[in-house]
C-alpha cells in the first residue's frame, strides 16, 4: 500500500504529496477555483471529485492508446497516484474552434471553427502571467531541448485526435485545452490534469458551455455543469 507523506507543494486546484513509493506522488485534488491568473477566486462544490475522476477517466483512455502520462492509479475521491516529474514550464494549449484569447487576439468571433489544429505555448510563470511564447523563447531560456519539443508537440496533436473523437461520441465539441508536461526517468510524460478546469467543452448542438468558462464569466450551473460532463463520459450521474 502507497502512503501519503508529506506535501511538497500546494497550487491553486491541487496538492501534491510524497508517498511511501519511491517515484511515485500523489495528487489532491482541491474544489478552489481561480481565474485570471488567480485574480478571480471562489469554490465549485466537488470539483476536485469530479476532476480527479474525470481526468482519470482521460489518462485510461489517453494510456490505453499509447500515450506516455504520469497517471498510475486512483486511489480515492479526491486522489490520484502519479509518476513524479520535473515540470517542463511550457504550457501548451491546443485549439480547435477559436474561443477565450485567442478570438480576442486575433479578433475571431468565438465558435469559429479553425482550418486546423493550433499549437500554442505558454511559459508557466505566474508571476509574469504566463506569457506566450514560441519556439525561440523556450531555446533561449532553456525551458525545453528541440528534441523534447518534438515529443511534446507529437503527444499534444495525438491527444487532441483521440479526445476530440473520443467527446464528440458523447456530444461535445472539444474547443480548445491546455496540457503540461514532465520528464520521468528521462522520458517525457503528459502530465498535470485534463478537466474541465483545464479544457473548453461546448455542448454538440445547443453549444452550451460545460466547462471553467461558466466559473470565469459568471454564468452559474457551474457544478451542474462538470456533473453533466461526468455523467456523459461515464454514464453514470454523480
Ligand atoms: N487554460 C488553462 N490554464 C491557463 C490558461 C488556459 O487550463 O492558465 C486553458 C483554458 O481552460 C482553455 C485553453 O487553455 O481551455 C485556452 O485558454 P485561453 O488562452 O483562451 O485563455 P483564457 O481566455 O481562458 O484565459
Redesign the pocket.
Known sequence: MTKRLEQLYEGKAKRIFRTSSPGVYLVDYKDDATA?NGAKKGTIQNKGVLNNLISTVFFRLLEGKGIPTHFVEQVSDREMLVKSLEIIKV?V?V?NIA????A?RLGLPEGKALPLPVLEF?YKDDDLG?PMINDYHIRALDLASPEQMRKITDIALKVNKILLEHLSDKNIDL????LEFGVHEGEVLLGDEISP????FWDKKTHEKL???RF?RDLGNVEEAYEEVYRRLTGKNF
Open positions: 485570471f504550457e494549449v485549439r474561443a477565450g484569447s485567442l480576442k505558454y504566463d474547443v480548445d485545452f491546455k478546469d483545464t479544457c473548453r466547462d471553467k468558462d470565469r
